[in-house]
Nanobody, 126 residues
Framework: QVQLVESGGGLVQPGGSLRLSCAASGKIVRIYTMAWYRQAPGKERELVAVITSGGSTSYTDSVKGRFTISKENAEKSANLQMNSLKPEDTAVYYC????????????????????WGQGTQVTVSS
């Protein structure tokens, strides 16, 4: 099985910073993408940032210039550096990983997987 462990959430004042971390464990062959999602009360879960195996990154418009996603390949982890935080950033943040496992299918390919973290609360308030 693949498990994701998240850390770094908490309470911060507007304009402050937080750094979220996500570590993946299990018999992972490769990771295709690592991403951070968030869900605020009464709203749909939205994609915040994603990084591919090649290092390409994408961000939702509301966080561009403030958030940075990065990864550590050897540690199978991803980070989200959040600067200039605003009250509207308040949400539960979830790590998401897509990749392949050390399980061979009949056609010779490795089995794909998708894993989610348990979520970590980020609250931005004065």
């Amino acid at each position: 099985q693949v498990q994701l462990v998240e850390s770094g959430g908490g309470l911060v004042q507007p304009g402050g910073s937080l750094r979220l971390s996500c570590a993946a464990s299990g018999k992972i062959v490769r990771i295709y993408t690592m991403a951070w999602y968030r869900q605020a009360p009464g709203k749909e879960r939205e994609l915040v940032a994603v990084i591919t195996s090649g290092g390409s990154t994408s961000y939702t418009d509301s966080v561009k210039g403030r958030f940075t996603i990065s990864k550590e390949n050897a540690e199978k982890s991803a980070n989200l550096q959040m600067n200039s935080l605003k009250p509207e950033d308040t949400a539960v943040y979830y790590c998401n990983v897509n990749g392949s496992l050390m399980i061979l299918l009949k056609d010779g390919s490795f089995a794909d997987f998708e894993a989610w973290g348990q979520g970590t609360q980020v609250t931005v308030s004065s």
